[in-house]
């Protein structure tokens, strides 16, 4: 299923999706239960570069697809749903962050564990597993060290949103997106290069 195509809202608050690969109707729970499986990662992950807390990031993420199946109850038009869940998210963010500071750092143990988790089936030797966790702490550590701004606009790029979807989502200028992307891998170089 694409979740860049458009959708159109049948009665009886069923969904049809004008993709032709679909070609069945999905009830909205169903619909934002597939995009949940598809994005929740993502979402999860871009949310938590800016909290830097993991309960937080769990519960706005949870929130985002929440609005999203209001949203297509009250008949919504949304054209990029990808686009617009993280919209929705990175605000719900913003507003956590306004009402309270985060924590000076991410987790370590909390990144290794997810790696870990997602590495378990290929069984590293022990010597590509010390090299894996010190890659992710210093990945870590650098990561950070970068403004909050920075940090959004790298984490956005490297879910594949283009310069001008990201600039759309923070409410800022393409040529600053670029800029901040710019300025964040110059500086993780740096801080890289720096890691003790």
């Known amino acids: 299923m694409n979740p860049d195509s458009s959708i159109d809202i049948a ?3 069923l969904l049809k999706l004008s993709t032709s690969t679909a070609g069945r109707a999905l009830s909205a729970e169903q619909f934002v239960a ?3 499986e598809e994005h929740r990662d993502s979402v999860y992950k871009h949310v938590l570069m800016m909290l830097l807390n993991p309960s937080e990031s769990e519960d706005v ?3 985002a697809f929440l609005r999203l199946h209001r949203a297509l109850l009250e008949e919504k038009k949304i054209e990029n749903m990808k686009a617009w869940l993280f919209r929705v998210a990175h605000n719900l963010a913003l507003d ?3 009402s309270a500071r985060p924590t000076d750092s991410l987790s370590e143990e909390m990144i290794l564990n997810r790696a870990e988790m997602k590495s378990a089936s290929l069984v590293p030797s022990p010597e590509q ?3 894996t966790q010190e890659s992710l702490r210093r990945v870590s550590w ?3 060290k970068l403004p909050t701004r920075q940090r959004e606009c790298l984490n956005l790029k490297a879910e594949g949103f283009r310069y001008h979807e990201i600039a759309a ?3 800022i200028g393409r040529t600053s997106v670029i800029e901040h992307v710019r300025r964040a891998m110059s500086r993780l170089i740096e801080e890289l290069e720096t890691y003790v």
Do not use: D, N, P, S
């Open 34 to 36: 597939e995009l949940f």
């Open 129 to 131: 597993h010390l090299l």
């Open 169 to 171: 989502m923070l409410g």
């Open 96 to 98: 956590r962050m306004r």
């Open 11 to 13: 009665i009886g608050g």
């Open 142 to 144: 650098a990561v950070t």
């Open 61 to 63: 993420t949870q929130e």
